[in-house]
């Protein structure tokens, strides 16, 4: 089993920066790709950034320049960086692993955090 634990949420204003953590521990791997979605009230999980173990990256669209994924395989941290912050950033983010490759399919990840709270006010 592995265990993911996020970090760092909060409420901050429009166009600030935060930066989410997520503490992997147990059978964690460096082999598995770790990811951040987002979901807000009434709607599917999204897909935010995926990481892989040779730091291949991908991102939603919307995130693309703004919000940058990385990882420390030695302390098994995931982060994600989050720029130039908008109220329709709001959601809680969760931190996922298990997936065998870069995807943005909710699906193919096995492990989730419980969540963590972002809240941009305008």
């Known amino acids: 089993q592995v265990r993911l634990v996020e970090s760092g949420g909060g409420l901050v204003q429009a166009g600030d920066s935060l930066r989410l953590s997520c503490q992997a521990s147990?059978?964690?791997?460096?082999?598995?790709?770790m990811a951040w979605f987002r979901q807000t009230p009434g709607k599917e999980r999204e897909f935010v950034a995926a990481?892989?173990?040779?730091?291949?990256?991908r991102y939603a669209d919307s995130m693309r320049g703004r919000f940058a994924i990385s990882r420390d395989n030695v302390t098994n941290m995931l982060y994600l960086h989050m720029n130039n912050l908008k109220p329709e950033d709001t959601a809680v983010y969760y931190c996922?692993?298990?997936?065998?490759?870069?995807?943005?399919?909710?699906?193919?990840?096995?492990?989730w955090g419980q969540g963590s709270q972002v809240t941009v006010s305008s």
């Open positions: 990481l892989n173990s040779s730091g291949g990256t």
């Open positions: 996922a692993s298990g997936a065998a490759f870069l995807s943005g399919v909710r699906d193919l990840y096995g492990y």
């Open positions: 147990g059978r964690t791997s460096s082999r598995y790709v």
